[in-house]
């Protein structure tokens, strides 16, 4: 087949589909509250003809669509959730829910799928199975754990799944690839630090946790800088550091929340058991006590390399080689599509945004997903279903 025509059949149905992400847009609806975008969602689904399942997760949607008698199976996912955000674009479309937003671009991720869903039912170019998944919860919800925990894959078995992420500052109709570990893992730790508060004129009679804090704030670095291979990657930020109330009094207790992350599973176990030492030590030899929690978060997002050379050649396939970027580097943000690789090869990629208009990046008020990317990644969805279910 031409990949002209492919592209003329996706651009046909594209002002439409657009209309769709217009609408999710000023709809935005925050994790596991996806009830009105997860609606939409199964109402196109069934109408193109999917067998359509609700509730896993929660608000997930899975549309399933069998063509031939091919015993091959693929999974795609969108995400559906908004941000707490307060959207600052000004456009006609713009949210109308204040303090949330689409500022991931998850309205274009779905949208961009429901585009490629409409056109392999027109079509039916493939032989197998194909399940389209929308998930709730990306933003720090877990959704994608939620639905394989409620059976995903048993229900729907997948021989690969593959997702794909806007990014901001990536050329309009490029895609980009990594094979190996591509997002890192993300874990939270509280530390709430308990000494003995007193008059700031007598800290010999008190237990100081500002000090004992600041102390284990110090340390941590060295956790990077001295235990981590300096060839592998490894972040540790505290980003909450909370204690006291006046000048003139030690408190009794002091609150810190670190942000850690690694690109390597055995890293990651290392810096747990680092912060759970340092802590420790730093504490007892400043006279304070410390309660650690430790709360894993999303896992290290591993793309296969078979899948990933498979997407890449189906990406140069509809694209040419100048425009899919191989070996993109790794960023330290993370993706809850990680549970799903743990579980199915697959492969995690990225679609172009724009490096103009479309590099405002995502999490911001001023963020947009661009609609002239939303082409190059329904062809790709398409021909991904047509060249893999054969
Ligand atoms: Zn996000
Ligand atoms: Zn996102």
């Not at 949330?100 to 493939?126: E, I, V």
């Not at 296969?304 to 790794?330: C, H, N, S, Y």
Request: with cysteine; aromatic share 6%.
């Amino acid at each position: 087949m031409q990949m002209n025509t492919l592209r003329e059949e996706i651009a046909e149905l594209l002002p439409e589909m657009i209309g769709v992400r217009h609408h999710i847009h000023q709809h935005p609806e925050l994790a596991y509250e996806e009830h009105a975008t997860s609606d939409l969602v199964a109402q196109r689904l069934a109408e193109w003809g999917y067998e359509v399942h609700r509730g896993l997760g929660g608000t997930g949607v899975v549309g399933r669509l069998r063509q031939g008698s091919g015993g091959k199976s693929i999974g795609l996912r969108a995400d559906m959730d908004a941000l707490p955000i307060t959207e600052a674009t000004g456009l006609p479309y713009a949210s109308q829910h204040h303090g949330k937003m689409h500022a991931c671009g998850h309205d274009g991720h779905t949208a961009t799928l429901l585009a490629a869903a409409r056109h392999l039912a027109q079509t039916r170019r493939f032989n197998g199975t194909l399940n389209l998944i929308f998930q709730p919860a990306e933003e720090g919800g877990g959704g994608a754990l939620r639905m394989v925990q409620d059976g995903l894959f048993e229900k729907f078995p997948c021989d690969a799944v593959f997702g794909l992420h806007n990014a901001p500052g990536q050329p309009v109709g490029t895609l980009a690839f990594r094979s190996g570990p591509t997002l890192a893992s993300a874990d939270r730790v509280v530390i709430v630090l308990k000494g003995r508060g007193g008059h700031a004129a007598m800290p010999h009679f008190s237990a100081d946790p500002i000090v004992a804090g600041s102390s284990i704030v110090m340390a941590l670095q060295s956790i990077v800088a001295r235990n981590v291979d300096p060839l592998l990657s490894a972040v540790v930020t505290v980003g909450l550091f909370q204690s006291g109330t006046v000048n003139n009094v030690i408190p009794g207790t002091a609150r810190l929340e670190l942000s850690v992350r690694a690109l390597d599973r055995e890293v990651r176990k290392l810096l747990r058991q680092r912060i759970q030492e340092v802590v420790s030590s730093q504490a007892a030899s400043l006279g304070v006590t410390a309660e650690v929690n430790y709360e894993e978060g999303y896992p290290v997002l591993v793309n296969t390399q078979a899948e990933t050379d498979f997407a890449a050649r189906v990406a140069t396939e509809l694209l040419g080689p100048q425009r899919v970027l191989l070996d993109k580097p790794p960023v330290m943000g993370s993706e809850d599509f990680a549970f799903m690789l743990e579980h199915r090869p697959g492969c995690y990629l990225f679609l172009g945004n724009g490096d103009g208009a479309g590099s405002c990046m995502v999490h911001n008020p001023g963020y947009d997903f661009n609609d002239a990317a939303m082409e190059t990644g329904a062809a790709f969805w398409s021909l991904l279903v047509e060249r893999y279910l054969i």
